[in-house]
């Protein structure tokens, strides 16, 4: 996945706190399976690096304010 729009961006942070939320949820949650949650959290964890890995190569890659408003 690259992003390639800011409303694409918007829509990968809206992702990214969800994400980040079912996490924590599922941490707090009482253990029925330990291998099943173990499964779920590394899951999750990996779409959240991604996600934010997305963000920070969308961000790297934009010109900054201060250079966009001197052209």
Known sequence: MKLQSVRELENTRRKL????????????????NVHAREATLTSLRRLINQLKEEIARYTAHQPSRNEAGRS
């Open 17 to 32: 706190r969800d994400l980040e939320e079912a996490y924590e949820a599922a941490t707090k949650r009482p253990i029925d």
